[in-house]
């Protein structure tokens, strides 16, 4: 209870500057949530399932490679499985047929990028607003101190005091939000890139599977 007591004591003495800063935050924790279950599904066993894609689809069962990718949550099975659908569709492979091909896993990648990168900017944002608020704060701190002293007549500190707190208590507030923010957005950027790698090898692995099909058939695209 003292704790509770203390933190509404802090957002009182804030000022009204809070309550901007409190929706940040709590904006931002809903983002973070999110992007973490997000890319946790995103990321879950996508290297298992492109060694066992690459294995069935060498080993020329690709209506198991396609069930696998199929079963399979996140980007990564996404591209697999738009690829392989499509080349599962004809029984050779044309020039035209390649390019239908390739065509489905650029469309699908650029989807599933879109997804992935949903909501980072809404965290860049927050990371370089919270901290302008708090600042916007300590202007606004500031300024009921010296409009203190100016009816006073004289300096008190105990006039000036709210002031300084309203300024110190908002400038924290908004630097601890931005910190661990911004941290999550450069985490969630990491992370994204990996899964870009992912998708990068999930396409070449379509990519290589189409020349194998045309090695056996006997059939060569000019390049």
């Known amino acids: 209870m003292s704790n509770q007591y203390r933190l509404m004591t802090l957002f009182n ?4 500057m809070m309550y901007p800063l409190i929706l940040c935050s709590l904006i ?4 973070i949530i999110a992007k973490v279950w997000t890319l946790n599904i995103a990321h879950r066993d996508s290297r298992k399932l492109l060694n066992d894609i ?14 696998t ?6 980007p990564v099975a ?3 499985l738009a690829g392989l659908r499509r080349v599962q569709e004809r029984e050779t492979v044309s020039r035209r047929s390649s390019k239908d091909v390739t065509k489905a896993i650029s469309t699908t990648g ?3 990028l ?4 949903r909501g980072l900017t809404v965290l860049a944002t927050i990371a370089n607003v919270a901290p302008m608020l708090g600042f916007l704060g300590t202007v606004i701190g500031m300024i009921l101190a ?4 100016e009816i006073a007549g004289q300096v008190d500190p105990q006039l000036v005091a709210s002031g300084i707190k309203v300024a110190l208590i908002t400038t924290a507030a908004g630097l601890t939000i931005a910190i661990p923010v911004n941290v999550a957005y450069n985490y969630f950027i990491t992370q994204i890139d990996r899964l870009i790698r992912d998708m990068e090898e999930g396409s070449q692995s379509v990519i290589g599977l189409i020349w194998s099909i045309e090695d056996r058939s006997g059939y060569r695209e000019a390049s």
């Open 13 to 16: 003495d804030g000022g009204f």
């Open 28 to 31: 931002a924790l809903g983002v």
């Open 54 to 67: 690459a294995d069935l689809s060498a080993g020329g069962r690709l209506s198991e490679a396609i069930e």
């Open 69 to 74: 990718a199929a079963n399979t949550r996140g």
């Open 78 to 80: 996404a591209i697999l």
């Open 110 to 112: 650029i989807i599933e």
């Open 114 to 117: 879109d997804f992935l990168e």
């Open 146 to 149: 010296f409009q203190a002293i």
